[in-house]
């Protein structure tokens, strides 16, 4: 019937009715015909623009609120068609003609009723048509009519003129005002979404009207009952910012909110947690319900981001990413509709370890190609078939081939071979050692980093982390061995050469990256957006003292994901909140290291006190009453948490992973791309890791904003400098240029 009605107005040489046009135009905004009938929507705006002046004052308004109704569908092409007609209500139409009769092309303040306005306003405002001229235009109306105003109109005002964000900045103080005093004089008509609309609209646009807060407090404790969960997020996230944290109403209302929070959105959530962590409160019942909610959301919607054992381990070994690549390849045929969560772990797996991956085989063929150059210099005569001249296609890379190859070199002689990428991270392979699993334990090993210097030099240095193993020669003794079992002779190659050309991996393989992170971000595109991760990021960590081990793995795989979407500011922030968590985690890993170090200590001791007393045959129950004592003394004692200590573990495993995948990431830029302070905190970012492989990214980032750091103040500049000392950065122009912009700080 719809479309039977649609084809008949839209037939050849159809008599224009203004009312017929609004009507249709009405039924496109509630009947839910986009996008199928999209030619049909564009056909009846572009009739609407051209017969504009046929159409009366009024009813234009309201072809500028339907149409703004469904903005998501096509945005440009209707903030455009809006523009246009706002432009021509205040008399400025684009074509330059005068349309009205009459004061100069304006259309007379008489027809600019409070429906009208409200219309036009609130259209611009959804469609972020934030033209300062029109709003102005508006505000003036807006005040010399402000008692017409009905109770609704007035609150969807404050947030049409909210979108300008400081209301005294934009000149808009004055309107804010008057609305509170109508609200004010209205209060009793105010319900729960007129009071948490206003709280947010007041936020935003920086404007504590006291007595008009006073009535929101007031109105909102005898309504609490009433609000929805996403109006109680609303109101908590809006006095928190604006700096109501003790406000009587917050002290009632965090445990309403604690009741709705599993009827909560992520985005309702994240609202929440930065209220909470703004707040400076201190209710750890809650915060673990919050933190539990969404990591629930996260893990329940996506299963692939749960750390859940062996079967979603990202620990990356040759065999497992030869699987994962033959998974993948059905993965990529499918389109987003039929791609669910679980076949989307392969890919995952593989955007993690991609780089490790590259390294690895690059390093493979490094160590394969001094193997037969130096059996060339000994006299002896190889075969060797002549690589391919032209690197190899994506295609050719992901075939089976490829895989045959690569297990000539991996799956049949260290099948069982795990990476850790945590300990092997790109750039820190030498080319005089392959990247074997022996080498790498589950702690950290202690590896050689190539430190930058600001004129470009390097110096080779050690980087130790404080959970590395206590022996480090133990892993260079078993590849050795390794290297000696597998080829007795010391000269014989592996038992397959590889007849593809590797070299250059990284850049073969850029293009199926980029088509992984984009799958899983479409997949991903209705729940979360790389905005959403960095504010529960940021929020879970600043201000919180208690770390969630499992929501931040689950959050870095995310951040890691979301890497290239990150605008420079929030990558900042990201990597400024995750640092300060690796530090954290560091020392609840040493504290727990200790502990267990300290019971298996005394475990030992008693061991021999008991072997002492059975040979001195002293009587049992003595030796049973000694550590009950011990017991007994030691009962309030800090003791060993496994799942603390794994925890932990794991999170500075994915940290360091996503830390190595920003690195890559920032070497590629070559110009400036962020403002000095997000410089300056991913700098000290890298710096509170305390490793010095890190180095060359944060000189390369302090080179490319050589000009902008003298914006900076003595502290930041203090901290940078700091930072490069924790990297053990060895150049004394990086110091004395810091040095140098700190004594003109001080003369001023």
């Not at 049409?160 to 209301?167: E, I, N, T, V």
């Not at 709280?199 to 609000?227: K, W």
């Not at 080498?439 to 930058?452: P, Q, V």
């Not at 206590?470 to 014989?492: A, F, I, M, Y």
């Amino acid at each position: 019937m719809v479309n039977t009605l649609l084809q008949h107005y839209f037939r050849r040489n159809m008599k224009f009715s203004q009312y017929g046009s609004l009507y249709v135009l009405c039924a496109f905004a509630k009947l839910k015909l986009l996008p199928e009938h999209e030619n049909k929507f564009k056909l009846l705006c572009a009739d609407i623009v051209k017969k504009i002046n046929n159409f009366e004052f009024k009813n234009l308004c309201l072809v500028c609120n339907y149409l703004s109704s469904l903005y998501n569908f096509n945005r440009f092409y209707i903030r455009n068609v809006v523009e246009q007609i706002c432009s021509y209500l205040i008399g400025k139409c684009s074509h330059g003609e005068d349309p009205h009769e009459g004061d100069a092309g304006v259309y007379p303040d008489s027809v600019w009723c409070p429906d009208s306005i409200h219309y036009v306003a609130n259209a611009c405002a959804r469609v972020n048509h934030l033209n300062k001229e029109l709003f102005q235009f508006l505000k003036n109306k807006i005040e010399e009519k402000a008692a017409y105003f009905s109770i609704d109109q007035l609150v969807s005002l404050t947030n049409a003129y909210s979108k300008f964000k400081s209301a005294e900045e934009a000149n808009f103080l004055t309107l804010y005002i008057r609305i509170a005093e109508e609200l004010i004089n209205k209060s009793y008509l105010l319900k729960p979404r007129h009071l948490s609309v206003l709280a947010n609209s007041f936020n935003n646009a920086c404007v504590l009207h006291e007595e008009l807060f006073h009535i929101i407090t007031q109105n909102s404790l005898l309504l609490l009952s009433s609000f929805e969960p996403k109006q109680i997020v609303m109101i908590i996230h809006a006095y928190v910012n604006i700096g109501l944290s003790n406000n009587a109403l917050l002290e009632s209302i965090w445990n309403t909110a604690a009741v709705f929070i599993q009827d909560y959105t992520l985005q309702e959530l994240s609202m929440l947690l930065q209220a909470y962590t703004k707040s400076s409160q201190h209710r750890q019942d809650f915060f673990h319900q919050l933190s539990r909610k969404i990591y629930s959301l996260i893990t329940t919607s996506y299963p692939f981001l749960e750390q859940n054992g062996t079967v979603n381990s990202i620990t990356y070994t040759d065999h497992k990413y030869a699987e994962m690549i033959e998974k993948a390849m059905g993965v990529y045929n499918l389109t987003p509709e039929r791609t669910t969560s679980e076949k989307l772990f392969p890919i995952l797996y593989l955007l993690i370890n991609h780089q490790y991956y590259c390294s690895y085989v690059d390093n493979l063929l490094t160590k394969q190609g001094a193997k037969q150059d130096c059996r060339l210099h000994s006299g002896e005569h190889i075969q060797i078939e002549s690589p391919s001249k032209e690197p190899p296609t994506r295609n050719e890379l992901n075939s089976n081939k490829h895989l045959n190859s690569f297990n000539g070199h991996t799956m049949n002689d260290e099948k069982n071979e795990s990476y850790p990428f945590l300990t092997r991270p790109v750039g820190t392979l030498g080319m005089e050692e392959l990247p074997h699993a022996n080498h790498c334990s589950d702690h950290y090993s202690e590896t050689s980093h190539l430190t930058s210097t600001l004129s470009g030099k390097t110096k080779r240095q050690k980087s130790v982390d404080p959970n590395e193993d206590p022996n480090p020669d133990k892993g260079d003794t078993q590849v050795k061995h390794l290297d000696e079992n597998r080829s007795p002779s010391g000269n014989n190659p592996p038992s397959e050469v590889p007849k593809m050309n590797y070299s250059n991996s990284s850049n073969n393989h850029s293009l199926d990256t980029d088509k992984m992170e984009q799958l899983l971000i479409t997949h991903m595109s209705k729940d979360i957006n790389s905005t959403l991760v960095c504010s529960i990021i940021y929020s879970l960590i600043k201000g919180n003292c208690l770390l969630q081990y499992d929501l931040l793995i689950c959050l870095s795989k995310l951040a890691l994901i979301f890497l290239k979407q990150f605008k420079s500011s929030e990558l900042a922030n990201v990597c400024s909140a995750l640092s300060e968590a690796y530090v954290r985690a560091s020392d609840e890993n040493n504290r727990q290291n200790e502990l267990i170090a300290k019971w298996q200590n005394e475990r030992n001791s008693e061991e021999i006190a008991d072997e002492g007393a059975a040979r001195s045959q002293t009587a049992s129950t003595s030796s049973v009453q000694t550590p009950n004592g011990k017991n007994k003394i030691e009962k309030n004692a800090p003791t060993y948490d496994e799942h603390l200590y794994n925890s932990s573990k794991q999170y500075l495993t994915m940290c360091t992973l996503f830390f190595d995948n920003v690195q890559s990431h920032l070497g590629k830029k070559k110009s400036s791309f962020a403002d000095v302070h997000s410089t300056y905190k991913l700098i000290t970012a890298f710096g509170g890791l305390r490793m010095s492989k890190y180095s060359s990214i944060s000189l390369h980032l302090f080179r490319l904003s050589l000009l902008e750091i003298k914006q900076l103040s003595y502290l930041p500049l203090q901290k940078m400098a700091n930072a490069f000392m924790q990297m053990n950065v060895y150049n004394e122009d990086v110091y004395a240029f810091i040095n140098k912009i700190q004594k003109t700080k001080k003369n001023k």
